[in-house]
């Protein structure tokens, strides 16, 4: 078992930055995938960026060039660094950590752009 702790949201002007965080109560050296996931009101959640344990990334369309994905194994952390925040990415972003089979979320932190 392992428990997910978001933090770094908040509210930001439309060219803004955020970084979020993503601490793990243990170890995430052996996960297969680390990812960030996020929820628009009345809309599916959807995949925004994603890391495996090889270093390979993978960004929606909608952040690319705009977002990054990295961790710290050391501090057992996922970040998500946000850039030229535009207001369709507001949204409740989580974390998810996947080693089949079990895949674990945190609780969500909100992100919201506006002026």
């Known amino acids: 078992q392992v428990q997910l702790v978001e933090s770094g949201g908040g509210l930001v002007q439309p060219g803004g930055s955020l970084r979020l965080s993503c601490a793990a109560s243990r170890s995430i050296f052996s996960f297969n995938v680390m990812a960030w996931y996020r929820q628009a009101p009345g809309k599916q959640r959807e995949l925004v960026a994603a890391s495996n344990s090889g270093g390979a990334t993978n960004y929606a369309d909608a952040v690319k060039g705009r977002f990054t994905i990295s961790t710290d194994n050391a501090k057992n952390t996922v970040y998500l660094q946000m850039n030229s925040l535009k207001p369709e990415d507001t949204a409740v972003y989580y974390c998810?950590?996947?080693?089949?089979?079990?895949?674990?979320w945190g609780q969500g932190t909100q992100v919201t752009v506006s002026l």
């Open positions: 998810n950590l996947f080693r089949a089979p079990n895949t674990y």
